[in-house]
């Protein structure tokens, strides 16, 4: 039997969401590994979305812990980061989830399977997957992307490469993240600062290609997939354009916050990244090499090497 320590705390941020979070609920009770409880943070819902969560609480209540809390009401990010923190310290595992996906029934077990397979227990660690884009009803839109190139600090430096919806922590990694928590200021997104901490801070990134969720694309989604023609020239046009600027100055802020936490290596990327944002050409474009900052793709890359000579990052 699994100790109270060892099940998941799903952690889901809400806001006006009742149109799809039924089935989003449906699917944790579908887990082939049932071992985990429910946090919910609710950002201000003018629908009947808390409703909904209180008809799951009851109807779950035998089997697995639902608690309510309200959201700080800073955008989805905060939210997020606002559920991590309440997390016990004496959490081993949690799971971001959105409100309007639908998880494949192995998605727990999957991730639990993976970070376990990581030998030292003391490390922080990152799960990722890969997931199924559907439209709002479900139907298929494609797959998110696989990533060739390892994970690394250089690459989370101008890229997020784990979609938060399919992310899972272990202990070392949620406490490392609620001490940085309390020294950073408001995040470009959670999943990327999560990216950036776990693997400037030493810790293990593990990329699962393969999906463990329906992405639903609707809307009122806050980020996109950037698997569309459209998602792919958007995110291009924002490394070289003002938005990826300004998304560095907040990462590189708080990064600069909790830098006492990084890795000697990874402290020296920062540095020689924050080098290439000023400056003559010569000197942006050696800076940027020296920080080892690359995308997972070659087109990708050379964005970033002309949105620095462009003095645009």
Known sequence: MESQSDRVTILLATFNGEK????????????IDDQWDLL???DGSSDDTVELIRTFKRQVK??????????????FAANFLSLLVRVPSTAELVAFSDQDDVWFPEKISRGRASIADVQDKQIPVLYAAGSVICNEELQ????SSNFSKHPSFGNSLVQSIGA?????????????????????????AHDWWVYQMISGCGGVVVRDPAPTLYYRQHLNNLIGTNRTLRGKASRLFFVTGGKFADWNDTNIRNLNATQHKLTPKA?????????????SAIKRIRALYRSGAARQRTIGTIALYL?????RL
């Open 20 to 31: 799809f979070l039924n089935e989003q609920l449906s699917s944790f009770v579908e887990q």
């Open 40 to 42: 919910v943070s609710d």
């Open 62 to 75: 035998q089997d697995h812990e639902v608690t309510i809390v309200t959201g700080p009401k800073g955008g």
């Open 140 to 143: 298929l839109v494609g797959e």
């Open 164 to 188: 938060g919806n399919t992310m899972m922590l272990n202990g070392p990694a949620i406490r490392l993240l609620q001490s940085a928590a309390q020294e950073v200021d408001a995040l470009v």
């Open 267 to 279: 402290k020296e990327s920062l540095a020689q990244f924050s080098n290439a944002r000023k400056g």
């Open 307 to 311: 949105a620095c000579l462009a003095n």
